[in-house]
């Protein structure tokens, strides 16, 4: 689902990760998705919206919540909408990061 909603006039790389697929846009890590649901990596401060939404919560890793990172769960991804507006707006964040090498 998410490679079709994805420009393909970015630079985009698509990598096994995280037990599933990972997308980065010059480098930086965009979005992730497994079987059971979606990773977007909004920006801190940027996720509130993301957050109040059913099934989305802060990404854990290693126990620590992760700020600006969002998981959306298997019913928020299976929705269209929420699935496009949380890919948009990793989209818009990363975009605004300066390229990795």
Excluded: C
């Excluded at 998705?33 to 801190?44: E, N, Q, V």
């Excluded at 919560?57 to 909408?81: F, K, L, N």
């Excluded at 989209?91 to 990795?100: A, I, N």
């Amino acid at each position: 689902m998410i490679r079709q909603e994805l420009p393909h006039d970015l630079a985009l790389t698509e990598k096994a990760m995280f037990g599933g697929w990972a997308w980065l846009l010059n480098g930086n890590l965009l979005l992730g998705a497994r079987s059971d649901g979606m990773l977007a990596r909004l920006g801190k401060g940027n996720d509130a919206w993301a957050l109040a939404l059913p099934d989305v919560a802060p990404m854990i890793s290693r126990g620590r919540s992760m700020d600006g990172w969002v998981r959306a769960g298997p019913s928020a991804y299976a929705e269209d909408a929420v699935r496009t507006r949380l890919i948009e707006a990793a989209l818009e964040f990363v975009r605004g990061l300066p390229p990795k090498e």
